[in-house]
Each structure stands twice: as structure tokens, then as C-alpha cells.
């Protein structure tokens, strides 16, 4: 019998709080992340090495992807959907580790990760044009559309996840069961498809929490501050 | 094996055969268009296979979405508790 890729196993207690695999692998990740981000921006210099040009490409094709999905500055948005695409990305590939599972493939992971998405179109969106702004973005193209635009805010988060969560469990289902009929090296290709799905979903994940986001803030403002604020040198 | 784990396994597999369908067609097409568009204009080849690349994903996520509601019914039904 296949264990269940929808339930996890605690592996053990701290207090009264269960402690699963996913989490453990989450706080390496993070971990690693915040050592790395540390070291890297600790000897910041105007001329980069090899090591901070690098780290300032990944910087800049962010930037260049927040600037092309949400026609704005990225500034404010770079630190959010940057930390939330490597995140994800990094949660996705940590199967190349032996033994790891990715704990993206774990339901509590993604949906913790959709929920900060939904928390942060409503902060974003505030921010841009205040409590009364944002909810009249609800009826943006006409008041007929409020229960609609309601509804559509919550389902889009879910299906966030649930797109997130099924693609990567799929992939590490898919493994274990040609693992359990087939030999050892026969899941070779399908773990290298694996890394694909797991680089797009992130790349995905992020374009979408852009599109929500910028969906909640340009409504607000009139288009011609926009086209000024662009053509400036 | 009482008849309504018959029923459960029988309707994921429905689920999952039926739910590739779709995707599937959708993805040929994609594809199909992409090789047109490509063809024509052979420059913007790496922005065309990028997009294609995050529509494909897209469009499998309808197939994902099928194979999750499969798995429910296989490992997570509420009514074989």
C-alpha cells in the first residue's frame, strides 16, 4: 500500500505542536536562504565580483519580470515576490537532495503560501488607495460584479495552491510509484521533467501573485499618472 | 470491499481518464501554434517557447486538478471512513 500523499506523518513533538518532515526541510531551506542572503549582501561593493553579479542578475530579472507583468516600479513588490519565487524554487529542487522530500508536495506548505498571497493583495492594495480604494476595486467594472469579484478573490487563492501542490505531489507520486514497479535508475527522466515542472510552477506561482496584486493596485490609480510616471528619463 | 469503494475507485479512474482529455487536446493545439508561430518568425523564438512553456503548465494544471480529486477519492474519502 502507497502512503497517502495527502496526510503527513509527525516526526516528532515539540510541546504540544507536531513536528512533520516538511517542516523540518521548510526551516533548512530557510535556513539556507537567510545564511546565503547574508553572506552575499554582507560585502557589497560598487565594483561586484563574479559572486555579486551573479546575485545581481537574479535581482535584475526579477525586477525585469515585476516591472513587464505589473507595469510599476518593482521597489515595493521586489522583496515579496522575489523572496516567494526563490522560496519555491528552492522548495522544488530540494528533491535533488537524497532522501528529501520537497515540502512544497505538502498541502499545509502551499496553502500557507497562497494564504500570504491573499493577505498581501490586501495589504498592497490598501496601501496604494487607502480601506476605501481597495473595496472599491471590488467593483471595478461595474457594482454588478461585487459577489462575483468576492468570490473569485477566495477560489483564485485556492486554486493557487492547489495548482502548486498538485503539480509537485504529482511528480513525487509519480516517481514512487515507477520506483515501486520499476528499477533503480528508471526514474531518472521522469525526476528531470520533475525539476522542469518545479521551475515553472515557481516561475508561475510568482507571475500569478503578480497579476493579483497588480490587479488590486492599478485599478486604483488613473492611467495617465502611470504613463507620465514612464515616460520620465 | 462493500459497493461504495467500487463506485470510489471506478469514478477516480473516470476522473483521471476523462480529465486528461481536454488538457490534452489543449496542448497539441498550443503546441501546434507555437511550431506555426515559430516557423514564421524565428527571431522571437525564445520569447514563444517561454510563453508556451507557462501556457502548456497552465493548461495542465485542468489535468492536475482532475488527478488531485482522483486521489481524494482514493485516499482521503469521507464516505469509506
Redo the contacts between chains.
Keep these: 500500500m502507497i502512503a497517502?500523499?495527502?496526510?503527513s506523518a509527525p516526526l516528532f513533538h515539540l510541546g504540544p505542536a507536531p513536528i512533520t518532515e516538511a517542516v523540518v526541510v521548510t526551516w533548512a531551506i530557510m535556513a539556507a536562504l537567510v545564511a546565503g542572503g547574508f553572506l552575499v549582501s554582507r560585502r557589497l561593493s560598487l565594483v561586484p565580483s563574479t559572486t555579486q553579479a551573479a546575485f545581481e542578475l537574479i535581482v535584475d530579472t526579477v525586477d525585469g519580470q515585476i516591472r513587464d507583468t505589473m507595469q510599476v516600479e518593482p521597489g515595493p513588490y521586489r522583496a515579496f515576490i522575489g523572496t516567494l519565487f526563490v522560496f519555491i524554487f528552492v522548495a522544488n529542487w530540494s528533491t535533488l537532495v537524497p532522501g528529501v522530500q520537497p515540502p512544497t508536495a505538502h498541502l499545509e506548505t502551499d496553502a500557507a503560501l497562497a494564504f500570504l498571497v491573499f493577505l498581501a493583495v490586501i495589504w498592497f492594495g490598501i496601501r496604494a488607495g487607502g480601506i476605501r480604494g481597495y473595496l472599491a476595486t471590488f467593483a471595478s467594472p461595474s457594482p454588478i460584479m461585487i459577489p462575483l469579484n468576492f468570490i473569485e478573490s477566495v477560489t483564485r487563492t485556492f486554486?493557487l495552491f492547489?495548482?502548486l501542490?498538485?503539480?509537485v505531489?504529482?511528480g513525487v507520486?509519480m516517481i514512487g510509484i515507477v520506483l515501486s514497479l520499476a528499477g533503480l535508475l528508471v526514474p531518472i527522466p521522469l525526476m528531470a521533467l520533475d525539476l522542469l515542472?518545479g521551475a515553472?510552477?515557481a516561475?508561475?506561482f510568482a507571475?500569478l501573485a503578480m497579476v493579483f496584486i497588480a490587479g488590486a493596485v492599478s485599478d486604483q490609480k488613473p492611467a495617465p499618472d502611470i504613463s507620465s510616471k514612464r515616460t520620465l528619463p | 470491499m462493500n459497493w461504495l469503494a467500487f463506485v470510489s475507485i471506478i469514478s477516480a479512474a473516470i476522473a483521471v481518464s476523462f480529465g486528461a482529455i481536454g488538457p490534452a487536446l489543449a496542448e497539441g493545439r498550443a503546441v501546434a501554434a507555437a511550431m506555426d508561430a515559430i516557423a514564421r518568425q524565428p527571431e522571437s523564438a525564445s520569447t514563444i517557447s517561454r510563453t508556451l512553456?507557462?501556457g502548456l503548465?497552465?493548461i495542465?494544471?485542468m489535468a492536475?486538478?482532475c488527478?488531485?480529486i482522483a486521489?481524494?477519492l482514493l485516499?482521503?474519502n469521507p464516505l469509506l471512513k
Design positions: 497517502s500523499p495527502l496526510t486554486s492547489v495548482r501542490f498538485g503539480n505531489m504529482s507520486f515542472t515553472v510552477q516561475y508561475i507571475i | 512553456f507557462v503548465a497552465m495542465e494544471t492536475i486538478y488527478l488531485v486521489l481524494l485516499f482521503a
